[in-house]
Every structure is written in C-alpha cells, then in structure tokens.
C-alpha cells in the first residue's frame, strides 16, 4: 500500500495568469477521465483539473486510511499544491460531492467557490446511517464475490440511473467501469460510502463562501436533499436541469457547462 504521494490527475488548459482554475472529484467507480466533455466545453476559459480519487482510475494502491473522506481531502491538498493551485472552484459529483464537502467545510483552504452535484451533507438520523452502514458493506462484499459485469448490471439497473441508462454514450461508461479493480471498489465503499459519512449539517449551515448546487429534475430524492441544503445555507444557490437524473453533466453536458458558466 501506498500512504504517501498524490492523486493522479487530468489537466486541459493553461495556468495563464488570471485565468481561473476548476478542479472536479468524480462518483463512485468513476475516474477524473468522466469530466472530459465538462473540461473540453470550459478549457478554453479555465484551467480545469480532473481528479481520480483514491481506488478509483490510475490512484490506486493507497492505505486505508487515505481512502477515507478526510484522507482523501488531504490527499487532495496535496495533490494541488504540487499542481501550484492556490484558488479555485471545486466540482464534486456524489461520492465526489461528499469529498467536495468534507474538504470544503473541514479543511483550511482556498476555494473560492464549491459546485456540488447530486450530493448531500449526510444521514443526520442515527439509525439511518448504521442501516447504510450495513447496506454500503453488503455492497462492498458483492464487489469481492461476484463478478464485475454482474455487479454492474445490477447497479447501473436502479432507479437512480433511469434516465441514464437512455443517454448516448452510456455502454461506453459501464466499458469504462469494467477497467476498475473490484478489490479497490470495495474497499473504497467500506471506508467512504455514505454510511461512513459523519453528517457536516452543523459545518454546512456555518460555510460563508458561495456555493452551488446542482440536481437533475428527474432525481427527486436529490432535489429534496438540495432544497433542505439550501435552507440550511441561505447563501447556497440551487440548479434544476430539466430532464436529467442523478448523473446531470454526464446526461446533459452542455447544460451542465452553462450552469456552470451562469454563476
């Protein structure tokens, strides 16, 4: 296992002066290789950054603890102080969102605006989480005894991704998927899931630097939990894409850079 170093990265355009930066977390059994239409729409006005998460695309190898929430946020700092980024934007999607978070609420840093999508602060319910808990371990050990393309079927097969499993380009994530190591998966759902989560409500509803959140129109699940962020957190604003799911900037990328761009 590998403790130290820093996270494998993507990067399009230049660290022109002035030019602002975007560094971008992708889900779970994802790589920063998800953010390519985001990065090439916007790379010719930012510098953008895309990062694979511990277990995940070519960040593989680490101890536990760094595939934790706060290691990885640590791991994160690193990553882009050796990448010379001092202020940026940052774009988390789900469990990127959740690290987005955690890095954001729980950390000294510089970012100067954070971007989640379909994520939220955690299961504030005790018991909530301990069922999660045990829901995300029954996962994690399905990823260790079944095979991968079963695994993914049945995944890719739940409601959440309903109106992406209908999107252009979809056989090629699951190909993409099928590259992961399942051992890496599982260990980044034991450790990082949403059941491992410590709910940030209390950090959330204290956080003073602007925030966006973004949800698809077809994932009403996400679109309560944003509408209770932004009541927490009157100075977060929130964007409902019409006619997506869970996974907006992959569903409707277009839409999702001009999200980002309205801001």
């Known amino acids: 296992m590998r403790d130290e170093g820093v996270l494998a990265t993507r990067c399009v355009g230049t660290a022109a002066e002035g030019r602002p930066t975007m560094v971008f977390l992708h ?22 950054i ?9 960040s593989l190898g680490f101890g536990d603890e760094a595939m934790t929430l706060p290691g990885m946020s640590r791991l994160l ?8 980024v001092e202020t ?24 100067e605006r954070l971007v989640i999508e379909s994520a939220h602060c955690g299961l504030a319910d005790e018991g909530v989480r301990r069922a999660r808990q045990v829901w995300d371990g029954t996962i994690a050990t399905r990823l260790l005894t079944e095979p991968l393309t079963q695994f993914l079927d049945d995944w890719y097969g739940m409601g959440l991704f309903a109106s992406l499993r209908g ?36 950090e959330w509803a204290a956080y003073r630097r602007p925030v966006q959140l973004i949800v698809g129109a077809l994932d009403e699940k996400y679109v309560g939990l944003a509408d209770a962020m932004r009541a927490a957190n009157n100075r977060a ?11 907006t900037h992959f569903e409707d990328t277009e839409a999702f850079v001009d999200a980002l761009r309205a801001v």
């Open 77 to 84: 700092a690193a990553t882009l102080r050796g990448l010379d």
């Open 88 to 111: 940026y934007t940052l774009v988390g999607y789900s469990m990127g969102g959740r690290v987005a978070l955690h890095h954001a609420l729980c950390s000294d840093n510089e970012i």
């Open 27 to 48: 889900g779970f059994m994802g790589s920063g290789r998800d953010w390519a239409g985001v990065m090439a729409a916007m790379a010719a006005d930012v510098r953008c």
């Open 50 to 58: 895309a990062v694979d998460l511990p277990g995940h695309g070519r």
């Open 237 to 247: 604003t929130r964007t409902i894409l019409p006619g997506v799911g869970h996974n």
């Open 167 to 202: 999107c252009a380009g979809f056989d090629a994530l699951v190909a993409r998927r099928r590259v992961n190591d399942a051992a890496e998966l599982a260990r980044s759902m034991r450790l990082a899931g949403t059941g491992s989560m410590r709910p940030l409500w209390a």
